[in-house]
């Protein structure tokens, strides 16, 4: 990849950013539906960067946009900066979207029959779908996914908060894609690198 790092301060900072895209992992998406807390949206944006899950789908039917603004920016340690955001005001519309796109749709819920986190298949290219803080995922958002999970909980509390949830599953996510060598080999193709490099010099 070439790099002109225009008013960019250093070299090695450039380095960084390509050897972050290198590690992106475009296979794996996050949904929030309704969320309404900015500052679970932070922490989840966080651990999306963290993983290198770039894709973050804001479905909000029931609840206004969030307003990024008011997301805590120490929450969030910059990392809304380097995800790309996708607005969705129906489940059909963003389910469709993601399904044309490859992705099979997970859906966090505690309904009977969702399987447990850890016998998924998260090297696959997937979507988390991580529902409303109080209501969880819409009976919309569980009846059209591919799959429904669930995190195994061993104590009294029902259910993880939101955020924590995420960073879980996309923890696991990221444990069995480094044991694939999805970490070890860009996973976009080069031409595509170079574009978000570009854009993320830009910033």
Request: with cysteine.
């Amino acid at each position: 990849m070439s790099t002109d790092f225009g008013n960019f301060r250093t070299p090695e900072r450039g380095d960084r950013l390509r050897r972050v895209i290198e590690w992106t992992q475009p296979g794996l998406a996050v949904v929030v539906e309704n969320i309404h807390d900015p500052h679970n949206i932070a922490a989840i944006m966080r651990s999306c960067d963290a993983v290198g899950a770039r894709q973050l789908h804001l479905l909000y039917n029931e609840e206004s946009f969030p307003n990024f603004s008011r997301t805590g920016k120490k929450s969030s340690s910059g990392a809304r900066k380097w995800l790309q955001r996708h607005k969705h005001r129906t489940v059909e519309g963003c389910f469709s979207t993601l399904r044309e796109r490859g992705y099979r749709i997970l859906t966090s819920t505690l309904a009977d029959d969702a399987v447990s986190l850890y016998d998924l298949d998260l090297t696959k290219p997937v979507a988390i779908v991580l529902g409303n803080e109080n209501r969880g995922a819409s009976e919309e958002a569980c009846r059209d996914a591919d799959t429904r999970f669930m995190i195994p909980m061993m104590g009294m509390v029902q259910s993880l908060n939101v955020s924590v949830a995420a960073a879980v599953t996309l923890y696991e996510a990221m444990r069995q894609r480094r044991a694939a060598g999805m970490y070890d080999a860009p996973q976009m193709e080069e031409p595509l690198r170079e574009e978000l490099l570009q854009e993320w010099l830009r910033k």
